[in-house]
């Protein structure tokens, strides 16, 4: 059975750092990253990597946070830092594995505070 555990979420104020985390286990991953909604808004992209280290970032995010993975724990990490209030939303851990099966994790919330 396939699950991705997320944790790292909370609240932080404007110009904090946080870092999410997630697990996955069940199946070895392709490509891992991370998608954030906000209310009323569409699922956009935060940033993925792939297994052998390549990484995409969205434009909002590069500069500020960086992705990075141990394939041997199938986990992927990621670190934010000079957080805006914009960037509230939950935080959902995305996988795609080698059959090119996608899988999402539950969401975890990220709150900025100004």
């Known amino acids: 059975q396939v699950q991705l555990v997320e944790s790292g979420g909370g609240l932080v104020q404007a110009g904090g750092s946080l870092r999410l985390s997630c697990a996955a286990s069940?199946?070895?991953?392709?490509?891992m990253g991370w998608y954030r909604q906000a209310p009323g808004k569409q699922r956009e992209l935060v940033a993925w990597?792939?297994?052998?280290?390549?990484?995409e970032y969205a434009d909002s995010m590069k500069g500020r946070c960086t992705i990075s993975r141990d394939n041997a724990k199938n986990t992927v990490y990621l670190q934010m830092n000079s957080l805006k209030p914009e960037d509230t939303a939950v935080y959902y851990c995305?996988?795609?594995?080698?059959?090119?099966?996608?899988?999402w994790g539950q969401g975890t919330q990220v709150t900025v505070s100004s």
């Open positions: 990597i792939a297994r052998g280290g390549i990484t």
């Open positions: 069940g199946i070895v991953f392709s490509i």
């Open positions: 995305y996988l795609r594995a080698i059959n090119a099966a996608e899988y």
